[in-house]
Nanobody, 124 residues
Framework: QVQLVESGGGLVQAGGSLRLSCVASVRTFHAMGWFRQAPGKEREFVAA????????WYADSASGRFSISRDNAKATMYLQMNSLKPDDTAVYYC???????????????????WGQGTQVTVSS
C-alpha cells in the first residue's frame, strides 16, 4: 500500500483560501484524489487527478473554487481551495489508486490507499 500524509488544514474565515498537500511514499500509482467527511455525513468525493496525464475531475461542489494539481517529482498532490464556505468544513482525506483504470476515479471503492485526514474548518 501507498502511505499518504496530508497537511495544510486549519481554520479560515468564509471567503478565504487554503492549500492542502498530500505526500505519497511512492510514485507508482494511477490516480490520486481528495475526499472529505463532515460530522454526521458520509465521506464524499471532492477532486481527483490522474498521475501520468494530469486529467482532473471535480465534484460539483468544488468546481470553479478548488483546483487539484500534482508534482510528480515530489510525489505530492495539492488541493487549492478558494472562496471557502462553512459547508466546506470537514476532514479532508487524500487517496491513491495503484491500478490502471481508463478514467479518473471518483468513487471511494476505486481507491486502495488513504491518508489520516486533515481538518478544515471554515467559520462564518
Amino acid at each position: 500500500q501507498v502511505q499518504l500524509v496530508e497537511s495544510g488544514g486549519g481554520l479560515v474565515q468564509a471567503g478565504g483560501s487554503l492549500r492542502l498537500s498530500c505526500v505519497a511514499s511512492v510514485r507508482t500509482f494511477h490516480a490520486m484524489g481528495w475526499f472529505r467527511q463532515a460530522p454526521g455525513k458520509e465521506r464524499e468525493f471532492v477532486a481527483a487527478v490522474s498521475w501520468i496525464g494530469g486529467s482532473t475531475w471535480y465534484a460539483d461542489s468544488a468546481s470553479g473554487r478548488f483546483s487539484i494539481s500534482r508534482d510528480n517529482a515530489k510525489a505530492t498532490m495539492y488541493l487549492q481551495m478558494n472562496s471557502l464556505k462553512p459547508d466546506d468544513t470537514a476532514v479532508y482525506y487524500c487517496a491513491a489508486r495503484t491500478e490502471y483504470i481508463d478514467y479518473v476515479p471518483h468513487a471511494l471503492y476505486e481507491y486502495d490507499s488513504w491518508g489520516q485526514g486533515t481538518q478544515v474548518t471554515v467559520s462564518s
